[in-house]
């Protein structure tokens, strides 16, 4: 009984020393986190220590954001500003005529050459008269006739009348002839018409011009048979001086342009080419529409031009521009500097100390290179009209030398920094120089090697 007594105490005794063995053992991931910490601790240390003691080399693409950025510039002033209406135009000929017979007839002669200029009433063709002549002679012999016959009626009622008084005929045979000599006078009205109308057609077979231009292509050739109905007629002829162009424009411009015309002024026209860049002709407004035209809003206005070299010519397409007013003495400032972004319309102006603001400002018109500022700059105000792409408000710049070019100043900046050197603002860096081998001193000797090992 006592061996079993002390068996089973034998048994109960390890059980504590595996339960604090199992306690006082360290895990596996506190062994981890230790090393982990140095390891952080010493990289966030060198960091700290490479960033803010380690020396930086300037590099080229800082030291060109440091320099100033080279710009052109202009000096707001004062001038003229035109208030101009730029539309689209047609070349229009106060008259244009097509020549076409009156009567039928061979055509014997053609008197005209192609593109000659005519005046009213010189000729161009003639058609075979013979045919009409024959008529005139026919018509004039029935008047012959016809007058005759009037005569003798006449005369016989001068007896009828005296026999009537006598009272050796009726009544009625003096009325008789009375009424006879009322028929003969109206056949021989006729005759005589028919006599003019022959002597018209005669004057129709010389066929003259009717307005004073000049003459086209021609249509038909001598020896064809013309009619009336022929639709392209002989030739056609176009007035070329004086000529005229017409336009339209938005009928919100109008007030503007009848006020000016109810002052008495005289509205200068010039005539541009379809690029709108040669100038044709210059001339003025000489009549406006009646009405506007209510599918496009706009009003038509016909143009007066002398056209004296004839380089306007019909049909032809052109850029009219219309000065409606002129803006004298007023504040303006170059198109190339007005820039447009969040402020709205904007200038770089040019402060004193070579940096830029950005400044709002209203424009009016624009009349070629300026446009008209109404608030937001003065006269004497410098701006900047070149290299605007890269500036920010308070940057600084240069401005160029007279007879220099921004490109110019930015291609000496470019030279400014090369690696491994620092260049200061406005003064170009000496070339880099290559590092000597080994074994080479910098003045390019090259010397002997030592041994590094202790003597």
Not at 151 to 160: D, E, G, V
Not at 224 to 246: E, F, L
Not at 391 to 420: E, I, N, S, Y
């Amino acid at each position: 009984m006592d061996e079993r007594v002390d068996r089973a105490e034998a048994d109960v005794e390890p059980a504590p020393l595996s339960r604090e063995t199992r306690v006082t053992r360290p895990p596996r991931l506190r062994r981890l986190v230790i090393p982990v910490v140095l390891i952080a601790a010493s990289l966030g240390i060198g960091w700290y220590w490479w960033t803010h003691r380690a020396p930086q080399p300037t590099s080229r693409g800082a030291t060109a954001q440091a320099a100033p950025q080279p710009v052109g510039a202009a000096t707001i002033d004062k001038g003229d500003i035109r208030i101009v209406l730029n539309e689209l135009g047609t070349v229009t000929p106060l008259a244009t005529v097509t020549v076409k017979t009156q009567i039928n007839g061979q055509l014997v002669d053609v008197a005209f050459k192609e593109g000659q200029v005519v005046k009213k009433g010189d000729f161009l063709a003639q058609i075979d008269p013979r045919p009409f002549q024959v008529t005139l002679e026919q018509a004039q012999g029935q008047l012959a006739h016809d007058q005759g016959l009037l005569q003798q009626a006449q005369t016989n009622l001068k007896r009828f009348q005296t026999l009537g008084r006598q009272d050796s005929i009726a009544q009625q045979q003096v009325d008789d002839q009375r009424y006879l000599v009322a028929q003969d006078i109206g056949t021989v009205q006729s005759d005589q018409a028919q006599v003019d109308s022959a002597n018209l057609n005669l004057t129709y077979c010389h066929i003259v011009s009717p307005i004073e231009g000049q003459i086209g292509l021609r249509q038909v050739d001598a020896g064809n048979y013309v009619q009336t109905s022929d639709a392209n007629g002989v030739v056609v002829i176009t007035q070329m001086q004086p000529i005229s162009v017409i336009f339209s424009v938005p009928e919100d411009n109008l007030p503007d342009i009848i006020q000016r015309l109810h002052t008495g002024a005289t509205l200068s026209v010039e005539a541009y080419d379809r690029a709108n860049v040669r100038k044709l002709a210059t001339g003025q407004l000489g009549t406006l529409d009646n009405q506007i035209d209510t599918t496009t809003g706009t009003l038509k206005l016909r143009a007066m031009f002398d056209n004296p070299d004839e380089l306007l010519y019909p049909n032809q397409f052109v850029n009219a521009r219309l000065l409606v007013n002129t803006m004298q003495d007023t504040v303006r400032v170059p198109v190339p500097a007005v820039q447009r972004g969040e402020p709205g319309t904007f200038v770089y102006v040019i402060n004193a100390n070579n940096t830029v603001s950005v400044r709002p400002v209203k424009l009016g018109p624009t009349d070629g290179g300026y446009a008209a500022v109404l608030s937001g700059l003065q006269p004497g105000d410098k701006v900047v009209t070149d290299g605007t792409d890269r500036l920010r408000d308070g940057a600084a710049v240069t401005v160029p030398a007279p007879g220099q070019t921004p490109g110019q100043l930015q291609g000496r900046a470019g030279q400014a920094a090369q690696p491994g050197q620092t260049a200061q603002p406005g003064q170009p860096a000496q070339p880099s120089q290559t590092p000597p081998e080994p074994g080479q001193r910098p003045d390019g000797q090259r010397g002997q090697r030592h041994s590094t090992q202790p003597q």
